[in-house]
């Protein structure tokens, strides 16, 4: 069976090749000081259905620190916007194998939401999966 787990550490392989440099983190990222926020992912999954067909959410959060040319807290719309092109062309749909089970994914929504504890803004890749937890020959 596909776990929970297996699903956050192909998403962050995933993120992390589809965004060299940029820092991957599990579940939640480390706080930071104000001025000194990086662009950084962060891949969680919401859960998944325990049937020979599991199914399940999970988000590639892409976040991108407010504008440095604006007084005030502002998005960062060029930089997102390419970031947003870059996840819909790379997450729209995917087929995968991984440790003998294979799935898809799908994007369910994509979305730009703000974060302001961290001073930033980040692009929500909502990804539907749909995962085979039975082998196929």
């Known amino acids: ?17 589809v965004f060299p440099g940029m820092q991957v983190y599990k579940d939640k990222h480390p706080t930071y000081k104000k001025k000194h926020v990086p662009e950084r ?14 199914k399940g959410y999970a988000n590639v959060n892409i976040f991108v620190p407010y504008d440095p040319n604006v007084n005030y807290p502002a998005p960062n719309s ?12 790379e997450f729209f749909k995917g087929y995968f194998e991984y440790e003998g089970h294979k799935g898809t994914y799908t994007i369910d929504e994509l ?23 039975f082998k196929l020959r």
Do not use: H
Request: aromatic residues 10%; glycine residues 2%; proline residues 3%.
């Open 41 to 54: 992912i962060v891949v969680n999954v919401l859960g998944m259905t325990n049937t020979p067909w599991s």
């Open 78 to 89: 060029a930089r997102l916007n390419e970031i947003q092109k870059i996840a819909e062309k």
């Open 111 to 133: 979305s730009t939401e703000e974060d302001p504890e961290t001073d930033s803004y980040f692009v929500n890749v909502r990804l539907f999966f749909k995962v085979a937890n």
């Open 1 to 17: 069976m596909m776990t929970v787990e297996d699903i956050k550490d192909m998403l962050y392989k995933k993120a992390a090749a």
